[in-house]
């Protein structure tokens, strides 16, 4: 897949136009506050449909008007597969969204999620590394929904029971009440808890990779800190057993504070370099350039996740990525976008000599007031 | 506030009909003859007047027991539990059940302030209880949402220890459906509560 066309409405600072996009992609050149990460935000809508700044969709509609819509046309890389038009609107006063995929409303949002197949690469990004743990779930939980069918089901179905239980906890239902949501949460649960593992089991090794190639050869890794202990739950079933039974030792707990204490929602992911024998911490301890490491090993996962996962090749999104790096890491990051992604690009930065991707051969667009110039 | 005003207001307050209908309702009662509209009035009265819950299953009911209680050739042996009254027609419908109903009024819901006291759950007990044995089977026939499944297990666990069968509505593929148009979760489902072959 590879964007070919994107029409824009009210998008933020983006006023309305109508763009084609090369197959190789383009290098956005603007100063700051023109609307780059703006564009990369509208292209990425079309993915989430939501925004990956973490902005309501009522801050995404430009001044003055009452709707946004994004509209992209995506072209199949294998000629005979066609175009796939995928379109989101957001009305501000009714708070309703509207999403499309070749004109038709998909029965569930969920539905009509992924098909841009895109990573958006920010300097935001090292937030990944060293915030709260909330952070690195979330990661998860975008990185599954996308690319595993039925983990966005168990998730949701999770929180919701979470929720309730949650709520018969604090107001003092008695057990029997509380347990009644004990094999729900216990069943999508486990699913949510195996997918999250598994997962990491699997890019492990290539979070490793990334992240000494980026440092010229540092040795850090990915571990999933799971709130169960998996010691022996290999299976689902398994994993549900090892719930059961962390939910009988922990009922006095959670009765006494009113939550429950064990489970998903208390998951953990550690980002640790290996420091001569011992461990290092990134999130705690890390210093800015290895946190960018790591955050950029991550999307690096990420979008290697959509190529075999969903057989697609995604669009990488880099938002003014290389400002940050020293020139040894961003020449070797480089290199390793030459060789990884070789689909297609779309680039922003504020300077012309930020832009040597694709052995400098996007075509250039400009931003200026949200206008792109082509 | 205009009589015209009052009853558009009063009609788009009903499910699935907005402003536009409502108004297109009026119009359409002011245009026709004042006997229908007299007779809608007198139906729309008793209706608020004579349906009360039936004294033993809490389905609608125009007497103090409802229809399918006070029904002898109905099996007393099988009761089936439902969230809402309106749903015993879903199942009466398809003319396969000859058992009693039970009408719960809704399913527990934390977040809503629903939990068991809120719910007509006493009286299924209590049913259970008194009919000494003749209760064989209690089907669970709650809705597949998360609330419902939470219900149906909370039943079961207060039911069960009185002796009758505990068995919930099966779940999977429609009727006529096509695999191509169903949901993956429902045909994950399907696939765990397959079952043997029996032509």
């Given at each position: 897949m590879r964007l070919s066309g994107l029409t824009l409405r009210h998008f933020r600072n983006l006023g309305s136009q109508d763009l084609e996009f090369p197959p190789e992609g383009i290098a956005l050149i603007g100063d700051n506050a023109q609307g780059k990460s703006n564009f990369l935000e509208a292209i990425y809508y079309l993915e989430t449909f939501r925004s990956f700044r973490g902005a309501?969709?009522?801050?995404l509609v430009g001044f003055n008007s009452e709707l946004f819509r994004v509209t992209g046309t995506m072209q199949a890389t294998?000629?005979?597969c066609g175009t796939e038009v995928v379109a989101a609107a957001f009305e501000r006063n009714g708070k309703r969204k509207k999403v499309s995929v070749n004109g038709e409303e998909p029965e569930r949002l969920g539905d009509a999620l992924?098909?841009?197949a895109a990573v958006v690469f920010s300097p935001r990004d090292t937030q990944l590394v060293s915030g709260g743990p909330k952070k690195r779930r979330r990661f998860l939980d975008i990185v599954l929904s996308l690319s595993q069918p039925g983990y966005l089901a168990a998730i949701q179905e999770y929180r919701r029971i979470l929720q309730q239980r949650n709520v018969s906890l604090k107001t003092g239902q008695p057990p029997s009440v509380v347990m009644a949501w004990d094999s729900g949460l216990i069943k999508s649960g486990a699913s949510v808890t195996r997918a999250r593992r598994d997962w990491i089991d699997l890019r492990c090794e290539a979070f490793r990779d990334y992240y000494a190639r980026i440092s010229d050869g540092v040795s850090a890794r990915i571990t999933y800190a799971p709130s169960l202990s998996l010691t022996g739950a290999a299976s689902e079933g398994g994993i549900a057993e090892a719930f059961r039974d962390a939910l009988a030792v922990t009922a006095e707990r959670e009765r006494r504070v009113g939550a429950t204490v064990v489970g998903p929602h208390r998951d953990e992911v550690q980002l640790q370099l290996d420091n001569g024998g011992s461990t290092l911490d990134l999130r705690q301890y890390g210093s800015g350039g290895q946190r960018r490491t790591a955050a950029l090993a991550l999307r690096l996962v990420e979008a290697k996740s959509i190529r075999e996962s969903r057989r697609k090749q995604p669009l990488i999104l880099l938002?003014?990525?290389?400002?940050?790096?020293?020139s040894g890491r961003s020449e070797r990051v480089l290199e390793l976008m030459e060789t990884e992604e070789t689909g297609q690009v779309v680039l922003t930065a504020p300077r012309e000599e930020h832009v040597r991707i694709h052995s400098d051969s996007l075509p250039r667009w400009r931003i200026t007031a949200g206008v792109v110039a082509t | 506030m205009s009589v015209i005003d009052q009853l558009t207001g009063e009609l788009s307050r009903l499910p699935g009909i907005g402003p536009k209908t409502a108004l297109r309702l009026v119009h359409y009662l002011m245009k026709g003859s004042k006997g229908d509209t007299r007779r809608l009035s007198r139906t729309i009265a008793q209706l608020a007047e004579r349906i009360r819950p039936c004294r033993?299953?809490?389905?609608?009911?125009?007497?103090?027991?409802?229809q399918v209680c006070s029904d002898p050739r109905r099996d007393r042996s099988t009761i089936c539990v439902v969230?809402?009254?309106?749903e015993v027609g879903s199942i009466e419908r398809t003319g396969q059940y000859r058992g009693l109903f039970h009408v719960l009024g809704g399913r527990l819901s934390p977040l809503d302030g629903v939990g068991p006291a809120e719910l007509n759950m006493d009286g299924l007990l209590e049913r259970v209880q008194r009919s000494s044995g003749e209760i064989g089977e209690v089907i669970l026939a709650t809705n597949a949402s998360v609330e419902g499944e939470a219900t149906a297990v909370y039943l079961e666990h207060e039911i069960r220890p009185l002796g009758p069968r505990v068995t919930r509505l099966a779940r999977g593929i429609p009727v006529g459906g096509d695999l191509e148009y169903i949901d993956g979760n429902t045909i994950a489902q399907a696939l765990a509560g397959r079952r043997e072959m029996e032509s």
């Amino acid at each position: 897949m590879r964007l070919s066309g994107l029409t824009l409405r009210h998008f933020r600072n983006l006023g309305s136009q109508d763009l084609e996009f090369p197959p190789e992609g383009i290098a956005l050149i603007g100063d700051n506050a023109q609307g780059k990460s703006n564009f990369l935000e509208a292209i990425y809508y079309l993915e989430t449909f939501r925004s990956f700044r973490g902005a309501r969709d009522e801050q995404l509609v430009g001044f003055n008007s009452e709707l946004f819509r994004v509209t992209g046309t995506m072209q199949a890389t294998d000629e005979e597969c066609g175009t796939e038009v995928v379109a989101a609107a957001f009305e501000r006063n009714g708070k309703r969204k509207k999403v499309s995929v070749n004109g038709e409303e998909p029965e569930r949002l969920g539905d009509a999620l992924g098909r841009l197949a895109a990573v958006v690469f920010s300097p935001r990004d090292t937030q990944l590394v060293s915030g709260g743990p909330k952070k690195r779930r979330r990661f998860l939980d975008i990185v599954l929904s996308l690319s595993q069918p039925g983990y966005l089901a168990a998730i949701q179905e999770y929180r919701r029971i979470l929720q309730q239980r949650n709520v018969s906890l604090k107001t003092g239902q008695p057990p029997s009440v509380v347990m009644a949501w004990d094999s729900g949460l216990i069943k999508s649960g486990a699913s949510v808890t195996r997918a999250r593992r598994d997962w990491i089991d699997l890019r492990c090794e290539a979070f490793r990779d990334y992240y000494a190639r980026i440092s010229d050869g540092v040795s850090a890794r990915i571990t999933y800190a799971p709130s169960l202990s998996l010691t022996g739950a290999a299976s689902e079933g398994g994993i549900a057993e090892a719930f059961r039974d962390a939910l009988a030792v922990t009922a006095e707990r959670e009765r006494r504070v009113g939550a429950t204490v064990v489970g998903p929602h208390r998951d953990e992911v550690q980002l640790q370099l290996d420091n001569g024998g011992s461990t290092l911490d990134l999130r705690q301890y890390g210093s800015g350039g290895q946190r960018r490491t790591a955050a950029l090993a991550l999307r690096l996962v990420e979008a290697k996740s959509i190529r075999e996962s969903r057989r697609k090749q995604p669009l990488i999104l880099l938002d003014d990525v290389f400002a940050e790096f020293d020139s040894g890491r961003s020449e070797r990051v480089l290199e390793l976008m030459e060789t990884e992604e070789t689909g297609q690009v779309v680039l922003t930065a504020p300077r012309e000599e930020h832009v040597r991707i694709h052995s400098d051969s996007l075509p250039r667009w400009r931003i200026t007031a949200g206008v792109v110039a082509t | 506030m205009s009589v015209i005003d009052q009853l558009t207001g009063e009609l788009s307050r009903l499910p699935g009909i907005g402003p536009k209908t409502a108004l297109r309702l009026v119009h359409y009662l002011m245009k026709g003859s004042k006997g229908d509209t007299r007779r809608l009035s007198r139906t729309i009265a008793q209706l608020a007047e004579r349906i009360r819950p039936c004294r033993v299953c809490g389905n609608f009911s125009e007497d103090e027991l409802c229809q399918v209680c006070s029904d002898p050739r109905r099996d007393r042996s099988t009761i089936c539990v439902v969230e809402e009254a309106y749903e015993v027609g879903s199942i009466e419908r398809t003319g396969q059940y000859r058992g009693l109903f039970h009408v719960l009024g809704g399913r527990l819901s934390p977040l809503d302030g629903v939990g068991p006291a809120e719910l007509n759950m006493d009286g299924l007990l209590e049913r259970v209880q008194r009919s000494s044995g003749e209760i064989g089977e209690v089907i669970l026939a709650t809705n597949a949402s998360v609330e419902g499944e939470a219900t149906a297990v909370y039943l079961e666990h207060e039911i069960r220890p009185l002796g009758p069968r505990v068995t919930r509505l099966a779940r999977g593929i429609p009727v006529g459906g096509d695999l191509e148009y169903i949901d993956g979760n429902t045909i994950a489902q399907a696939l765990a509560g397959r079952r043997e072959m029996e032509s």
